[in-house]
């Protein structure tokens, strides 16, 4: 069946796509301050992986379900996936708001349950929302604008969180936690819900046609039918994704790690401290951490639509390759780096890997996934990010005790050697040429 679908201008691909940023800005948070947060209510360093495992095992449950309910959701007036975002960025803007009062390990873990589901609700329908607005040679420029989002998301939670450190009075503590903690969750909260509302707002969503509406109205929703429409489409899954959820093996096992790490190791390597040995100078290098983690997403946001350009001229696969060769030697190198200045220099190949992981996989399966699926073959894709989380939450503090020596610097360079693995998965996808969709060049915006 043929269907149109209008070229938009590039300021209605960014409006579509604000939205991204306050989600964004939630998992900045949570890449940059939980775990701090964690280490400031005492947690040893082997218990940080399994406290995270909130955000691998919500992803796993939570976006292919939402994906598939999108799938077949539809309301004149509010839409497909519309409704979807605007339920997870409200319980997520919650969420933020209540997180840094958490006075004990376990009130802390708990909610980032709460708010890993929240904010996968918000971000499973966006990928979805891309391919159904977007014709074929608009998709890079679509999805990679959401890796500019989600830079300048991360950018600023963490920017946020150097600048608070700085301010006097929110050095002050709340319990075991300070104030600038809290600042950057409030911050945090107000972004999520904002910008969400702005997309939703702007974009209209495209309506199923006659035919897809009656399908909608002759199929009678039961809340199981996500449970029995997965694992259908597992079954039916392109060769593709397959490869793809190789090099994500790697991939998402390395950047946990990254995330855990990182400010222990810039504390080791920079401060010769770490948590338990001086909590006041910790502080420090949690805040540079938060600024290194900045700019790698300034990075990603400046680097983002210049991706397009390159996927474009050669390929999403090379494209991905040279990106995560570039990340795996810069996290090799980053724990041996002293000087905290020339912690950006490693982290500038990073930040543009970054922009490639949020937005070149899609364009290398996306046009092997029939438009009908869209929502849950992204949930899909995403259930392909949270497995290897979930293997890391659940084996790295094995592997950090009994390999590692604990050894924060160590961690940052067993994941660098995960991400030229990836890189050496990648090489094995066999790229497809994009299908054309039929376009109905529009003017104006919506």
Sequence with gaps: MSFFKPRLSFMQIINMNVGFFGIQYSFGLQQSAVNPIYDFLGAHPDQIPILNLAGPMTGLLIQPIIGAMSDKTWHPRWGRRKPY?????????????????????????????????????????????????????????????????????????????????????????????????????????????????????????????????????????????????????????????WQLALVYLFQWYALFCYWQNAAKSIAQSVWKTSPSKDPTLYQE?????????????????????????????????LVHI??????????????????????????????????????????????????ERYGVYMGIINMMIVVPMILQTTTFGFVLDHFLDNDPGKAIGFAGVLLLLACGATMLIKSTKPTDDIVMPVGGGH
């Design 322 to 371: 040279v990106c995560l060769f570039m990340a795996g030697v810069g996290l090799l190198i980053f724990p041996h780096v002293e000087n905290k200045y020339l912690l950006f220099a490693p982290m500038t190949g990073f930040g543009i890997a970054w922009a490639s992981m949020m937005g070149v996989p899609y364009l290398m399966v996306v046009n092997n996934i029939p438009k």
């Design 85 to 241: 975002f605007f339920i997870g960025a409200l319980f997520c803007s919650l969420c933020l708001f209540v997180y840094p009062f958490s006075s004990s390990l376990w009130m802390a873990g708990g909610l980032l349950w709460v708010l890993d589901a929240a904010n996968n609700t918000a971000m499973e329908p966006y990928r979805a929302f891309i391919a159904d607005k977007l014709p074929s040679d608009q998709l890079a420029t679509g999805f990679l604008t959401q890796s500019f989002f989600t830079g300048l998301g991360i950018t600023l939670a963490n920017i946020s969180l150097f600048v608070f450190q700085k301010v006097t009075y929110l050095k002050q503590m709340h319990g075991q936690i300070p104030y600038w903690v809290f600042a950057s969750f409030f911050l945090g909260s107000v972004c999520s819900i904002s910008s969400v509302l702005w997309s939703i707002t702007k974009t209209p969503e495209i309506p199923p046609t006659e035919e897809e509406l009656a399908k909608l109205r002759a199929n009678k929703h039961s809340i199981l039918d996500p449970f029995t429409e997965i694992p259908h489409a597992i079954r039916d899954m392109p060769k593709v994704m």
């Design 285 to 317: 290098a949690v805040g540079w951490a938060g600024l290194v983690n900045g700019w790698y997403n300034i990075v990603t946001f400046v680097s983002a639509f210049g991706l397009v350009w390159f996927t474009k001229k050669f390929s999403p696969k």
